[in-house]
């Protein structure tokens, strides 16, 4: 790690002790030069080490941001704070653990997904990549999985269950860090209007909704939902299966911090 870089971020974790001094610190830290070469870090690493740092300092900023953006604009919105309070969003997924119900067999899942790929020039390669992926397959049979719903997910479950009414009408569900592939999904797939939000397309195999299928009004729409969230993967995996097999690159990037919202700008 270059000298200036280590000497900066060893100064933001001398002040992880005083809170909003770290945050603060972590939220203009993006206008130093440090914050340059941390970025070139980012494109260059071939780990995840530099992109972690970055997503966890734009963390910290986020909240700093936040706090700050809170309090400027408190007068504009003081009828709708004065009696604000925070509170837990209940979701109703049992959290019990369970094993995936998946078939071993990975010549089979990908005549599932991929019908015709034994016709493409991609053919060998692909089947060296399920050999490959064996070793995964088995751990996920094997390892006890959590199913739990992610945050964005449930707030959009709790608007549009209870038809909330939006200050500016504004459809956006905010979160620090970019949507995962299937909450991109499903939210650009519900009926709500949210607005779609950054996504890195990382796959979580133990991401659900909030509340099982059998379970209130919203059953028919989530079950059409995830039947297009289905159709769409599929779509997608053959896309990817056509025009080649580069791995992609996992990034923990976020977004905390250095973008700004329709109010704060």
Same mark, same amino acid.
């Given at each position: 790690? *270059?000298? &200036? ?27 130093? +030069? ?6 070139q870090r980012v494109q260059r690493s ?13 963390? $910290? ?19 709708? !704070? ?9 979701? !109703? ?51 006890? !999985?959590?199913?739990? &719903? ?10 549009? +269950?209870?038809?909330?009414? $939006? ?13 995962c592939f299937c909450c991109s999904l ?11 939000? &950054? ?35 599929? %779509? ?7 025009? *080649? !097999? ?7 990037? %976020? ?11």
């Amino acid at each position: 790690m *270059g000298e &200036p870089l280590a000497t900066d971020l060893k100064k933001l974790v001398m002040l992880r002790d005083v809170h909003h001094e770290f945050c603060a610190a972590s939220y203009n830290f993006r206008h130093s +030069s440090s914050f340059a070469l941390l970025n070139q870090r980012v494109q260059r690493s071939n780990d995840d080490v530099f992109p972690r740092i970055h997503h966890f300092v734009g963390r $910290l900023g986020y909240w700093h941001k936040t706090g700050t953006s809170l309090v400027q604009n408190a007068r504009s919105f003081a009828p709708v !704070l004065s009696n604000a309070r925070v509170e837990l969003i209940p979701w !109703l997924v049992p959290e019990h653990q369970r094993r995936l119900a998946m078939d071993d067999r990975l010549e089979r899942l990908a005549l599932r997904v991929f019908p015709n790929y034994r016709e493409t020039s991609l053919c060998d390669e692909l089947v060296s990549r399920m050999s490959q992926a064996q070793s995964l397959l088995t751990w996920f049979r094997t390892t006890k !999985l959590v199913p739990r &719903p992610h945050a964005e997910v449930v707030a959009l479950h709790f608007l549009a +269950s209870r038809n909330m009414e $939006l200050i500016n009408d504004d459809r956006y569900i905010r979160c620090s860090k970019p949507a995962c592939f299937c909450c991109s999904l499903y939210m650009r797939l519900h009926t709500a209007g949210v607005q779609p939000r &950054p996504t890195h397309g990382n796959v979580w195999v133990q991401w659900c909704l909030p509340q099982p299928l059998a379970m209130g009004k919203s059953h028919k729409m989530d079950l059409e939902i995830l039947k297009h969230m289905t159709d769409e993967s599929r %779509s997608i995996t053959q896309a990817a299966l056509t025009n *080649g !097999l580069a791995p992609p690159r996992r990034h923990f990037e %976020s977004i905390t911090g250095f973008t700004t919202t329709g109010i704060a700008s």
